[in-house]
């Protein structure tokens, strides 16, 4: 009876039990079990019949393996402590899941009034939290790595500050120069896996806003607010009020002004180690800003260059409709050589060229945009394609002379199409053929044009041009290298793969035959891709735009527009609404997630309604592989994948254009 027993052992006991701590004391020779209800729950099903069995009993399946059994016994025989750090317990029972509960463990002699060792004491600390923290401390390290933009920034850091933290709102924000924009997450939204890929929509405050995100951003001073609701005074929403502690951390480079802000729902002192974590956590995202900020900087001027080296429309005919397509090779991150254009000539003629400069820097998209302007001052003077490829040839000469560079690499494909009569006078100075498309109501056929290549700009040769005749319902194809060649592989594969899936789609539409071209070869390339393509329609096309700013009516004014438009131009209802619905959710996509004015534009031939909304923002290219991340409401692209004929976008270099098509009825 505990009355009997030694008073050392009735206050070890005593101890044991009142503890909060998981504590057991291994009794005897025999080593009997006795514990608190802190070691029960970690014994799991192991308890209550534990109590009071030897230990060696009680965890007998594991009781032999190093670090458990022996370790008891050496304790008790020599009564030297024993401290095991991150461990894997043997008496985890069922919260040891996998083996994903870590304890750090103290073994230490009990002894009796005598100074008799009568014992073994064990305390068992959880640590699976501080290890947890630590693992997704890597995870986050490896997630920033994997970013480009402060888009991706954001996203990563917002995800982990609610998953891998115990806090209720996450806020990051930057200063752009023209004040700070500043994005936000908080625990309960409701958001899928699509939603997660979404680019973030950034809220914008002046510079003299005094919110503690902005005040840590300004003064590079970390605040940890442990009660007070202290975002009260500069709350948007109610998820602001309910902020009731708040630690705020800077993100501060030579270049960067930033901040990152985790706010609870109840009080909450922040712990050394809490605050030692989220200042880790905010290095991480301040290196990962700094280079997204320069990435976006490098970024930003390639596309400003590229966007000064192509048309900025191309012409508008009545029965020949034109689209191009412009791809950036390697990352996107630099300055191409292909380009495009396609411009009015005298008589009512029209001039399409499609080139190519070797290289990927600047010095390549000079020369192609000193090729492109010398090229229509030579069209426009003489349109004939020798003439113009001659004037040409003299151009790239005089620039290798003049710069001692004899590797000047510049192949341009010009041809001058008579409206009137569908006829095309085409040259080639070292270019793949172009691609038509002839059309037939049972199977239409794609083939090169038998075009010699002739030699390269800069090369005395002969480049003779060839007619074609373009006739109602067929498309002209023009391309860049980018699109057939891929690395290893043969180039008559790459030929034989665009002939193929230009023959196979169901509309001569350019802008649908733009979008196919560039997907038709498999793999990937480094290389730029380009295409022109020009459709010689089968009667006139109706068309019709609006632009819309950023604003929440704008996919209501979307809507209405579209729908009455339609119902005057007598479009069937089973069009109507189909097409009016795929509208508006592109409008929200491009309205939400580029945050710029959008413009909507329709076209209606004999055969299908095309519908397109473009922005000017830069959140990167939409692919097939991810319809289902656009949509602001996770339903994405897949519904215009089920709605419409076809689908695809036009990653240029002035932002992002998404369009569907949707065939219309016979009977119609």
């Given at each position: 009876?505990?009355?009997?027993?030694?008073?050392?052992?009735?206050?070890?006991?005593?101890?044991?039990?009142?503890?909060?701590?998981?504590?057991?004391?291994?009794?005897?020779?025999?080593?009997?079990?006795?514990?608190?209800?802190?070691?029960?729950?970690?014994?799991?099903?192991?308890?209550?019949?534990?109590?009071?069995?030897?230990?060696?009993?009680?965890?007998?399946?594991?009781?032999?393996?190093?670090?458990?059994?022996?370790?008891?016994?050496?304790?008790?025989?020599?009564?030297?402590?024993?401290?095991?750090?991150?461990?894997?317990?043997?008496?985890?029972?069922?919260?040891?899941?996998?083996?994903?509960?870590?304890?750090?463990?103290?073994?230490?002699?009990?002894?009796?009034?005598?100074?008799?060792?009568?014992?073994?004491?064990?305390?068992?600390?959880?640590?699976?939290?501080?290890?947890?923290?630590?693992?997704?401390?890597?995870?986050?390290?490896?997630?920033?790595?994997?970013?480009?933009?402060l888009d991706d920034v954001a996203r990563v850091s917002l995800r982990y500050g609610l998953a891998?933290?115990?806090?209720?709102?996450?806020?990051?924000?930057?200063?752009?120069?023209?004040?700070?924009?500043?994005?936000?997450?908080v625990r309960g939204e409701l958001m899928d896996e699509a939603d997660e890929r979404l680019p973030?929509?950034?809220?914008?405050?002046?510079?003299?806003?005094?919110?503690?995100?902005?005040?840590?951003?300004?003064?590079?001073?970390?605040?940890?607010?442990?009660?007070?609701?202290?975002?009260?005074?500069?709350?948007?929403?109610?998820?602001?009020?309910?902020?009731?502690?708040?630690?705020?951390?800077?993100?501060?480079?030579?270049?960067?002004?930033?901040?990152?802000?985790?706010?609870?729902?109840?009080?909450?002192?922040?712990?050394?180690?809490?605050?030692?974590?989220?200042?880790?956590?905010?290095?991480?995202?301040?290196?990962?800003?700094?280079?997204?900020?320069?990435?976006?900087?490098?970024?930003?001027?390639?596309?400003?260059?590229?966007?000064?080296?192509?048309?900025?429309?191309?012409?508008?005919?009545?029965?020949?409709?034109?689209?191009?397509?412009?791809?950036?090779?390697?990352?996107?991150?630099?300055?191409?050589?292909?380009?495009?254009?396609?411009?009015?000539?005298?008589?009512?003629?029209?001039?399409?060229?499609?080139?190519?400069?070797?290289?990927?820097?600047?010095?390549?998209?000079?020369?192609?945009?000193?090729?492109?302007?010398?090229?229509?001052?030579?069209?426009?003077?003489?349109?004939?394609?020798?003439?113009?490829?001659?004037?040409?040839?003299?151009?790239?000469?005089?620039?290798?002379?003049?710069?001692?560079?004899?590797?000047?690499?510049?192949?341009?494909?010009?041809?001058?199409?008579?409206?009137?009569?569908?006829?095309?006078?085409?040259?080639?100075?070292?270019?793949?053929?172009?691609?038509?498309?002839?059309?037939?109501?049972?199977?239409?056929?794609?083939?090169?044009?038998?075009?010699?290549?002739?030699?390269?700009?800069?090369?005395?040769?002969?480049?003779?041009?060839?007619?074609?005749?373009?006739?109602?319902?067929?498309?002209?194809?023009?391309?860049?290298?980018?699109?057939?060649?891929?690395?290893?592989?043969?180039?008559?594969?790459?030929?034989?793969?665009?002939?193929?899936?230009?023959?196979?789609?169901?509309?001569?539409?350019?802008?649908?035959?733009?979008?196919?071209?560039?997907?038709?070869?498999?793999?990937?390339?480094?290389?730029?891709?380009?295409?022109?393509?020009?459709?010689?329609?089968?009667?006139?096309?109706?068309?019709?735009?609006?632009?819309?700013?950023?604003?929440?009516?704008?996919?209501?004014?979307?809507?209405?527009?579209?729908?009455?438009?339609?119902?005057?131009?007598?479009?069937?209802?089973?069009?109507?609404?189909?097409?009016?619905?795929?509208?508006?959710?592109?409008?929200?996509?491009?309205?939400?997630?580029?945050?710029?004015?959008?413009?909507?534009?329709?076209?209606?031939?004999?055969?299908?309604?095309?519908?397109?909304?473009?922005?000017?923002?830069?959140r990167g290219t939409v692919s097939r592989a991810r319809t289902d991340t656009l949509s602001s409401?996770?339903?994405?692209?897949?519904?215009?994948?089920?709605?419409?004929?076809?689908?695809?976008?036009?990653?240029?270099?002035?932002?992002?254009?998404?369009?569907?098509?949707?065939?219309?009825?016979?009977?119609?």
């Amino acid at each position: 009876m505990p009355d009997s027993w030694d008073p050392a052992l009735r206050a070890v006991v005593e101890l044991i039990l009142d503890s909060p701590v998981p504590m057991a004391l291994a009794h005897g020779d025999d080593f009997v079990m006795i514990y608190n209800d802190a070691y029960a729950d970690l014994l799991g099903a192991k308890h209550p019949a534990a109590f009071g069995q030897p230990a060696a009993l009680v965890f007998a399946d594991v009781w032999d393996q190093p670090g458990v059994g022996d370790v008891v016994e050496r304790v008790y025989r020599t009564g030297e402590p024993f401290l095991e750090s991150e461990s894997v317990a043997p008496f985890a029972g069922d919260l040891d899941l996998l083996g994903r509960t870590a304890f750090t463990r103290g073994y230490s002699a009990v002894r009796d009034s005598h100074g008799t060792i009568i014992g073994m004491l064990s305390v068992a600390t959880e640590t699976s939290s501080i290890t947890h923290r630590l693992q997704t401390l890597s995870e986050l390290t490896a997630a920033l790595a994997g970013t480009l933009t402060l888009d991706d920034v954001a996203r990563v850091s917002l995800r982990y500050g609610l998953a891998s933290l115990d806090v209720d709102q996450v806020a990051l924000g930057i200063d752009d120069g023209g004040g700070w924009r500043v994005v936000r997450r908080v625990r309960g939204e409701l958001m899928d896996e699509a939603d997660e890929r979404l680019p973030p929509v950034w809220r914008r405050y002046p510079r003299d806003t005094t919110t503690p995100l902005v005040t840590v951003g300004g003064t590079g001073v970390p605040r940890f607010i442990a009660q007070g609701q202290p975002l009260a005074r500069y709350a948007v929403d109610r998820h602001d009020e309910r902020v009731e502690s708040l630690a705020a951390l800077p993100l501060r480079t030579a270049s960067l002004r930033g901040a990152i802000t985790f706010g609870c729902r109840e009080p909450h002192q922040w712990t050394p180690a809490e605050r030692a974590l989220l200042s880790a956590v905010a290095e991480l995202i301040t290196q990962a800003a700094e280079r997204a900020r320069r990435f976006e900087t490098q970024h930003g001027t390639a596309q400003l260059l590229q966007r000064s080296m192509l048309p900025e429309q191309l012409p508008d005919l009545p029965l020949f409709r034109l689209a191009a397509r412009y791809d950036p090779g390697v990352d996107g991150n630099s300055a191409g050589g292909d380009f495009y254009d396609a411009f009015r000539l005298p008589g009512d003629r029209l001039a399409v060229v499609l080139g190519d400069v070797a290289g990927h820097d600047v010095r390549a998209a000079a020369l192609m945009g000193q090729v492109r302007a010398a090229l229509r001052g030579l069209a426009l003077a003489e349109p004939e394609p020798a003439a113009v490829l001659h004037g040409l040839d003299r151009l790239v000469q005089s620039l290798g002379a003049e710069s001692r560079n004899e590797e000047l690499f510049v192949t341009v494909l010009y041809g001058v199409l008579e409206p009137a009569t569908g006829q095309l006078d085409i040259a080639s100075a070292g270019h793949p053929a172009p691609l038509v498309r002839r059309w037939s109501a049972e199977c239409p056929q794609a083939h090169f044009v038998e075009l010699a290549p002739g030699v390269p700009l800069g090369l005395t040769g002969d480049r003779r041009p060839i007619r074609v005749e373009l006739r109602p319902g067929d498309t002209l194809l023009l391309f860049s290298d980018g699109v057939v060649e891929r690395r290893g592989q043969d180039l008559g594969v790459g030929l034989a793969s665009l002939a193929a899936a230009i023959a196979a789609t169901a509309t001569s539409d350019p802008r649908n035959l733009c979008a196919v071209a560039s997907a038709a070869v498999a793999g990937t390339t480094d290389d730029d891709v380009a295409v022109l393509a020009v459709e010689h329609a089968t009667a006139p096309s109706r068309s019709a735009g609006l632009l819309v700013p950023a604003e929440p009516i704008a996919p209501s004014r979307v809507r209405h527009w579209l729908a009455e438009q339609l119902a005057q131009w007598r479009v069937p209802e089973s069009v109507i609404g189909p097409a009016v619905l795929c509208a508006s959710e592109l409008t929200t996509n491009a309205l939400l997630h580029a945050g710029t004015e959008a413009r909507v534009e329709i076209d209606l031939s004999q055969e299908r309604l095309l519908v397109s909304v473009a922005d000017s923002g830069t959140r990167g290219t939409v692919s097939r592989a991810r319809t289902d991340t656009l949509s602001s409401r996770g339903r994405g692209l897949g519904l215009i994948e089920q709605l419409s004929d076809a689908w695809g976008t036009d990653p240029s270099v002035r932002g992002s254009t998404v369009w569907f098509e949707i065939m219309l009825p016979t009977e119609a």
